[in-house]
């Protein structure tokens, strides 16, 4: 039984002698990364389109851009990424009687990808279309999307 005593206090005394190195580690120099970060992932989740005071849609056929202009009949080529591109016809109070029998042709594009609780939204518009007056299509380049607030 006397020497159980001495081996005891052999470990004792590494363990004790142990503990300011293991305490003294990354102290001096803080803690060192190496390496490129982990990619991180894109947001997940449904992709909207708010309409002019309206509640959000997915792919709609029809979407009032603001209270002057919408487009009917659409139909989207792609959706859910970076920008949505659809074509349908384009028409508006500006453009009245004439173009609600025959409306504009063209292509929409919506961009401005914003993430907002676990949900894409389309933040902005533009609709080419042949023949519009040049104030209109100038108008129709870049215009606002109502978003959700962060």
């Not at 020497?3 to 590494?14: G, N, Y």
Request: glycine share 14%.
């Amino acid at each position: 039984m006397k020497r159980a005593a001495p081996l005891s206090a052999a470990v004792l005394t590494a363990v004790l002698t142990m503990i300011p190195v293991v305490a003294g580690c990354g102290a001096d120099g803080g803690v060192r990364v190496e390496g490129s970060a982990p990619p991180s992932k894109p947001p997940r989740g449904p992709v909207y389109v708010i309409a002019y005071l309206g509640d959000p849609l997915r792919r709609p056929s029809r979407l009032a851009l603001d209270e002057f202009n919408s487009v009917t009949g659409i139909r989207w080529e792609s959706w859910g990424g970076e920008s949505a591109v659809g074509t349908g016809e384009l028409s508006g109070t500006w453009c009245l009687p004439g173009c609600q029998e025959r409306p504009y042709r063209g292509t929409i594009t919506l961009s401005e990808l914003i993430w907002h609780e676990r949900a894409g939204y389309y933040g902005r518009f533009t609709v080419r279309a042949d023949g519009l007056p040049p104030d209109k299509a100038k108008e129709l380049t870049g215009g606002k999307l109502t978003v959700p607030e962060s």
